[in-house]
C-alpha cells in the first residue's frame, strides 16, 4: 500500500511562506537544501506528517502535492501512466531516495518517493 510520507508546498516566495506556517502553526523550518525547506510539523509520536517548502516550478508554481512511498518506482510509474496519469518529472536520483512527479487522471499533483 502506497502510504502518504511527505508534503511538498511550492510557492514563488518559499521564505515568506516559511515565515507564515512557523509563525501561525510553530511549524519548524530547517535550512534550504537544494532550495528545499525541510519542514517538521510536530512530535513524531503523533499522527502527522512533514514535509518542505521550495520556490515552485513553471509545471509547479503554486500548489501542495503529496509524496507517496512505493517499493519500486519504475513500477510504481508504469502503473500511474497505465491508469491515466502524466509524468510530469521522470524519475530523479537524489542521495538518499528517488522521486517523480505527475499529474493524476483528475489534475492533481502527486509525487513517487523510493528510499535506497
Known amino acids: 500500500m502506497g502510504r502518504v510520507v511527505l508534503f511538498d508546498m511550492s510557492s514563488q516566495d518559499p521564505e515568506r511562506a516559511a515565515a507564515f506556517y512557523s509563525s501561525v502553526f510553530g511549524w519548524k523550518i530547517a535550512e534550504p537544501n537544494w532550495g528545499y525547506y525541510p519542514v517538521s510539523t510536530g512530535d513524531d ?7 518542505g517548502i521550495s520556490k515552485g516550478p513553471q509545471d509547479f508554481a503554486h500548489g501542495i ?7 519500486s518506482i519504475d513500477e510504481s510509474l508504469q502503473k500511474c ?3 491515466g496519469a502524466q509524468i510530469v518529472r521522470d524519475k530523479m536520483e537524489f ?3 528517488y522521486l517523480a512527479y505527475l499529474v493524476d ?7 513517487l518517493i523510493q528510499y535506497k
Do not use: A, C, L, T
Open 81 to 83: 501512466v497505465e491508469s
Open 105 to 111: 487522471p483528475v489534475g492533481n499533483g502527486i509525487g
Open 95 to 97: 542521495d538518499e531516495f
Open 45 to 51: 509520536n503523533k499522527p502527522g506528517i512533514h514535509g
Open 65 to 71: 502535492r503529496i509524496q507517496i512511498e512505493v517499493e
